[in-house]
């Protein structure tokens, strides 16, 4: 009877671990989100960038929802339609992402960005990783002492593989668990993961 029960245990502890990891799998959220330090809302910056206003459109809702200040990342050249044809190998948006060294450039800066605490940071899933332009911004300040909070939109790939090259531009930042919406995401959901995030 003894044995019985310990292979019952044994069962359940495997269905539970299949059950985490597969969970875990397709999870829009990284699973080493961690919390918010203590801001007021001039303290907060919403920066994306955005080409067909997916992104745009999480980020305004963040923004509601914090107080936060809405600032886009807008590219010097603007992004046409054939530039995000990722159809095709040589468009613009695929060869900066096949490239180690492309910066594209951002027009204009944030104002006053020693002000800022906390940085949600949004841009669309291109090829699993962030577009370049991400790369641009995070090489343009300085963000010691301040905690980012990554969060995309996609056609349906996780953040979690565009996370590890954009922590490394700014590793003296705190970087909090990243978070992929769908487009249509509600106000009341992000509202919910803002508030997981304040602990
Ligand atoms: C060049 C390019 C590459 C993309 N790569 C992916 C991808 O790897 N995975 C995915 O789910 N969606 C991919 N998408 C779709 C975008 O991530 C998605 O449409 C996003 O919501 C667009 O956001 P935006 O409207 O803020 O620009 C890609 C789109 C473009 C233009």
Do not use: H
Request: proline content about 5%; hydrophobic content about 40%; overall charge negative.
């Amino acid at each position: 009877m003894k044995k019985f029960k310990f292979v019952v245990f044994v069962l359940i502890i495997c269905c539970l671990s299949f059950a985490l990891v597969a969970c875990n799998a397709d999870a829009d959220e990284d699973p080493d989100a961690g919390k918010l330090p203590p801001a007021q809302s001039s303290e907060i910056l919403v920066a994306y960038f955005s080409c067909t206003n997916n992104t745009k459109g999480i980020a305004e809702k963040i923004a509601n929802v914090t107080g936060g200040e809405l600032y886009e990342i807008e590219p010097v050249q603007p992004y046409t339609q054939e530039d995000l044809a990722y159809g095709n190998s040589s468009c613009r948006a695929n060869t900066e992402q096949n490239s180690s060294t492309a910066r594209p450039e951002i027009s204009g800066s944030v104002r006053d960005m020693e002000s800022y605490e906390v940085i949600y940071l949004g841009y669309p899933i291109w090829w699993g990783k962030a577009p370049k332009i991400i790369y641009t911004f995070l090489e343009s300040y300085d963000f010691s002492g301040k905690t980012i909070v990554p969060f995309c939109t996609s056609g349906g790939s996780a953040i979690n593989g565009s996370l590890p090259e954009i922590k490394a531009l700014a590793n003296a930042a705190t970087w909090l668990g990243g978070r992929r919406f769908d487009a249509n995401a509600s106000q009341a959901d992000i509202k919910a993961w803002v508030d997981s995030l304040n602990g």
